[in-house]
Each structure stands twice: as C-alpha cells, then as structure tokens.
Antibody, heavy 121, light 108 residues
Framework: QLQLQESGPGLVKPSETLSLTCTVS????????WSWIRQPAGKGLEWIGR???????NYNPSLKSRVTMSVDTSKNQFSLKLNSVTAADTAVYYC???????????????WGRGTLVAVSS | EIVLTQFPGTLSLSPGERATLSCRAS???????LAWYQHKPGQAPRLLVY???IRATDISDRFSGSGSGTDFTLTISRLEPEDFAVYYC?????????FGQGTKVEFK
C-alpha cells in the first residue's frame, strides 16, 4: 500500500530556504503527478505546486517566484524548495499524490501526515 | 481563482444524526471537478468523494456527495464516532486548485 512521508527541518530562519522531501513507499513514484500543499495554523489549505516524474512542474502563481520542485526517481522521492521565507510561510506542509479524473483534471487521492515548518529567527 | 466557501463552519451533532455540509464556489466548477476530504488531527487527510459524487475506494456508503455548477453538498447519513473531524471541499477543474476553509463536525 502506497504511503507518503514528509521530512525536513522543522525550523527555518527568515530569508532562508525551506527544503522538504517526500518519500514514497510501498510502490513506485513513476508516472504520477506529486503535489505539495500547506496549511498555516488556523487557515485554509493552499496548493503550492506539483511535479510529474518526468520533471514537468506546475506552480501556484501566488508562490511561483519562490518555489522549485524536483524529483529523484531512483530514491522514490520528490522535493520542495521555497526561498526567501517569512513568518507567513509557517505552516504544516503536506505532500500528496494525484489521480486523473478526466483530461487535465487531477485530484489528490493520497496524502502524507504533514510536517510543521516554523519560520523564526 | 475559484473561491470555495464552506458552511456551516462548525456542525454540532450526536452519533446517529445526519450531517449536511455545503460548499459554494465563486464560479462554476468545470465538469463537477470537486472533491471532499476528511481530516483528523495528526493524520493524513483522506479522500472521500471526487467528481462531486463518486465515492473513493473503501469509503463507507454513509458518505455521499451531490451538486453541480457552484453548489455542492456532502452528506453523512448516520454519524459514527469516527466521523467527527474537519471536512474540506476542493475544486480541481481550474488552476490553481483551491480548497474551502473547512467544516468541523463536532460532538454535541
């Protein structure tokens, strides 16, 4: 059974780069879209972006200038980098797998438990 | 982007009761590309419904989704103790994908 696990530093200093990795276990990472989603405390969920195992990416326009995603199929992992972070980037970060509904409409059929990242000096 | 508004914010009910959760979109959701997720503290969010009304694998038939266009509903026919959680709607027909703010179903 496929499982996702986020990992990375729980504390990042302002203006630095947040880096997280999602490890996929119980199956292959290949031929799927993989997303990052976050939720600041007391606020709603925000889709950050996604990556296909070929390396193709799509980012939320609100974060596009600061986001980079990558994938390492040999390790069954994909990663998120968010640069120039501020306190507003403090959130629980989730990784998720996507499944196609039709044509270019994809929903999230499997999520990780999430990891809290705080931005503070 | 499409803004999703969920109401009520909190639903206080007892086990065995029926729960009706609403999600309204700021513009029409293409091809009923709407999903519902259940989220409990410390756990991974779980997909319940996609395509507005299609139950995900292994989801109890107590959960049913309906609606189209801009108005969608998730109904839990008879609440079980494990159903008390936060529920989110999400549209995936337009980019960027967006979520509602959530409805908390709590014990009365």
């Amino acid at each position: 059974q496929l499982q996702l696990q986020e990992s990375g530093p729980g504390l990042v200093k302002p203006s630095e780069t947040l880096s997280l990795t999602c490890t996929v276990s119980g199956g292959s990472i290949n031929n799927f879209y993989w997303s990052w989603i976050r939720q600041p405390a007391g606020k709603g969920l925000e889709w950050i972006g996604r990556i296909y195992t070929s390396g193709t990416t799509n980012y939320n326009p609100s974060l596009k200038s600061r986001v980079t995603m990558s994938v390492d199929t040999s390790k069954n992992q994909f990663s998120l980098k968010l640069n120039s972070v501020t306190a507003a980037d403090t959130a629980v970060y989730y990784c998720a797998k996507e499944r196609v509904y039709y044509y270019d409409s994809w929903y999230f059929d499997l999520w990780g438990r999430g990891t809290l990242v705080a931005v503070s000096s | 982007e499409i803004v999703l508004t969920q109401f009520p914010g909190t639903l206080s009910l007892s086990p065995g009761e029926r729960a009706t959760l609403s999600c309204r979109a700021s513009q029409s959701v293409l091809s009923n590309s709407l999903a519902w997720y259940q989220h409990k503290p410390g756990q991974a969010p779980r997909l319940l419904v996609y395509g507005a009304s299609i139950r995900a694998t292994d989801i109890s038939d107590r959960f049913s989704g309906s609606g189209s266009g801009t108005d969608f509903t998730l109904t839990i026919s008879r609440l079980e103790p494990e159903d008390f959680a936060v529920y989110y709607c999400q549209q995936f027909g337009s980019s960027p994908r967006t979520f509602g703010q959530g409805t908390k179903v709590e014990f009365k």
